[in-house]
């Protein structure tokens, strides 16, 4: 072991021990007006059927949850009084007894005063007891006794059985012990006599303090205590028997003066509890444990709570290894079992229990020989070999103790802080600057330089062995590693990822490395081919609580402990896993009620784990098979609806715990909701954590966190349930609560609403159907009137189109090349004639044809006329190549107007030859526009009204093909319009020209 290991806070673990050594309890603590209680005289303290703790103070009454005090706006009217006794009827209502008052009972709601106020005799009642149908009250001027058949509403039929001073009274089975203030008077009550009896304090058991006892009976109500040889008759004045544990509360009277202890006896031997946590001159005035808790609650006058705690933490303080505080420097076992202890001048064995002194300062000094030894002399370190024998490092060299002969012997050797002794028995030391090591007879071996670097402000923290290899932690240079050959390694941030401040290194049997630094880390490594590898860690999120980590030990059970800034882990090994989460168990400061820091730890025979402070040894019982009791409670604490608490009347709440009735009925409106989730009783609620779900809003539990909100919003209307767990982490108990939750279903999401919604929405969807299906008839009527229009002025077209000047023309023409013997030119002429007659009785049955088509039909019309008129003019026509004939469409017999327009009253009367083209070109919308060029010199609009019969007729066309423009924009266009324009223009050569242009919608 070595010294500058035990400068570093390794763990924060101890507690209470008996000043006897018997390390089987724990520390104890106070709770005081510091704390939140009304008053440091606690007079009772009392736990109702519902799990209610009450505390009948000088001050009042107060409730107490175990961690915190609180108060009932119901009892105010109590505040400032001094309450004696707390009991509960069978109705469950409670009772007070209370001085210058009297009896007050208590409903949940309201106190009332139960004798009458006229009557001075009961307004001082100092205790009183219920049993069956029997009310006994002692008061400051006698004993009273009366029965009641179902309940009691006076104390007038009370008796009084005598006029003792009565301070306390105690059942035991059928007795009642009346204690009264003065020393000489003391009686029974049977109640199966219901009458006083006799006391003989010649039956009294002997009680002697650290010795067995086997003769104390339950039914005994006072005892001869013998303590320092000491022997004082005593009363008890309460007793609480736990499992094999039974507590008393002894009264006795020194000198007219009177004084109070308290005793336990377990497994048959009886412990001064007074004695061991210094509670002498405490004056203890009553007792309380509650079920499966291994917490002892003293109330005291004068000093409020105090609460003993029996747990697997213990410790003997410097005080009761007779050594001066502050000195403790080192611990060591004997192969036996024994455990020994440094402090700075003296070596002590604790043994069964008991502190025996093997070497003193003079002992020391006296084999050195060195002349300033009684003043400064250190023990640095301590370590035993396989022989039995320790070896004690101190500032003037190399002790060695022999338990065996019982003889000190001095080796000199070197000053080493830091050393450990290797498995063939060599010593191997850490000195300035170098690893020196010695075989057993304390002969240097050999000797090793640490190169500058590794040497500079090496501050070591642990050294130990394994298959033959030193590691060395330490707290700014990582880990070193000495090899077999006397080679070092060292290990940092840099070439293996960990933390250069290690505080503590453990190889376990697997030959894994744990690693514990500042970093709240825990590392576990594995050394292949001299090189350091993070193979897995514990962190925060697996569970560790804390950032310094250290003190790790390695138990036959598979666990692994270690301590933090913050508390003791219990780790189970074989849990460790990538996969999964370690499981862990945790105590914290409270727990273990925590006072120092921790240097160096070491396991005993037994599996459990000694610490060594400055100031005392701890004892960590390690055995975990046997499943503690958890003493916590579940509660709703306080439920918040849109961040504001949640007030209603008492009808939702329970009268006594305050909390919440199941089920919680809201508005549709309180819809965002807070839980307070705690304990409603937890000896230690900070060492916990906690999970959540709602089911009917999520079925999943929430992790595990120490947050104590949970918090929901815009939750539907509808039926929940709030289930929550906390689970301790000291024990691993886990507590649950669940509560329903009812939010009212919003009025429009009501079934009633939903179907009026629903009938109103079918009614109105009926009703436009209704009136769409009217309208659409009556757009069906336009339409086919629209159409029949359409078909009409097709029908017109056709007729305009086949005039009888066309015909008789066209005849002519055909007759006159039949006359002029010009058959070819007949046989053409009729052949075209007679396509143009079925194109024209074609296309009349159709609304849009292919522009192919209506292509063909336009050039056969216009050789026709190109014929008729000896070939007077000329045409062509041309097309966009973007445009595809075959599928552009256009309504029939809409150009063919145009054209014949334009041939009759414009290029005929010309007396140059007439020029005609016609363009078609198509834009990125799909839409046509038709332009038609030519030099003919009449105006072809609709508002000249020249006379000839042609142009009558031409005219006429355009006006039926206007309105067919007209009726097509109103039943099939698609957004663009069907138009024509005809304007007249003059080139740069005063040549006229008329262009005519007709768009076309897409229709395709």
Known sequence: MNLSFKQFVLIIWFSVLSIACYAGLSSKNEFSMRDGLPGNNIKDIYEDSRGIVWL??????????????KFRSELSILNGEQVNC??????????????????CEFDGEKVKTVNDQLNDDFLDIHHFVLRDTSLCIGTSNGFYFTTYIKDFRSLKDSRKLNNTNVLKLSANKNLLAIHSKENDSYQIFDFNKNKLTGTNFDRSPEIIVRADLKSLETSDLLVELIFDKIKQRCEIL?????????????????????YRKLILLEKGIVSDLSDQYNLNNTFIQCLYQRENSKELWLGTKGKGLICIKNSRFSYIDAHNLEIKPNTISDIAILPEGDIIVASEQYLKKIKNGKVEQVASKIDFCKLSGKENCKLDLQIYDLESDRNGLIWIASNYGFYTYDFILGKLKYKGIATANDFIILSDGRLFCALDKKIAIFNGKGEKANDYLLNSLLAKELEISKIVESNGEVWISTRSKGILRFDSNGKFYNYNRGNSGIHNVVNDLLILPDSSIIVGGNNGIIYKLECNKNELIIKDSITKEDGLIGTSVHGFQFLNDGSLWC????????????????????????WNLKDANFKNSGKESLVDLDGNIWVNTTDELVKIETDCSVKEDGNCEMALMNLQVHNKDWHTDFSNRDKWRKSLKDPIVLSYKQDNLTFELGYFYCENPNNTLFRYRLIGFNQDWTEWKNS??????????????????????STGNIANYNINIVIEKAWWRTIWFIAVVVLSFFSLMFFILKFYKKRIRKEEKNRTKQF????????????????????????????????????????????????????????ANENFIQLSDELSYLKLYLKLEQMRF?????????IDPTINPLKVKLPPMIIQPFLENIIRTGLRGVDCEGKLSL?????????????????????????????????????????????RMKLLNKVISNGRTYHYSIKKTVDSKNNNKTITEIGFPKNY
């Not at 009948?56 to 005090?69: H, L, N, R």
Request: hydrophobic share 30%.
């Open 56 to 69: 009948a103070t000088d001050a009042g009454v107060c409730e107490f949850t175990g961690a915190k005090v």
């Open 86 to 103: 707390i009991q509960e009827k069978k109705n469950g209502n409670l009772l007070f007894a209370v001085t210058g008052v009297g009896l």
């Open 238 to 258: 309460q007793r609480i028997k736990t499992d094999n544990k039974t507590y008393f509360l002894l009264r006795f009277f020194d000198k007219g003066k009177e």
């Open 563 to 586: 301590g933090t800034n913050l508390g003791v882990h219990r780790f189970k090994y074989s849990s460790w896993s990538q996969n999964s989460r370690i499981e862990n168990r945790f």
């Open 708 to 729: 104590t909100e949970a918090v929901y919003t815009n939750l539907q209307g509808g039926e929940y349930r709030f289930e929550f767990e906390g689970k301790c982490l």
């Open 788 to 843: 029949n229009r359409v078909i009409g002025l097709k029908i017109k077209a056709l007729q305009y189109q086949l005039d009888p000047h066309f015909i008789f023309n066209s005849l002519n023409s055909i007759q006159s090349y039949i006359l002029d013997n010009e058959e070819d030119l007949a046989l053409e002429y009729l052949s075209d004639f007679s396509m143009v007659l079925r194109k024209n009785i074609k296309n």
């Open 870 to 878: 000896s070939d007077k003019f000329t045409f062509q026509i041309e």
């Open 919 to 963: 363009n078609f070109r198509q834009e990125e919308d799909g839409y046509v526009r038709c332009v038609i060029t030519d030099n003919g010199n009449n105006d072809r609009t609709l508002t000249n009204n020249r006379r000839e019969e042609s142009v009558r007729i031409g005219n006429d066309s355009l006006q039926i093909t206007q309105d």
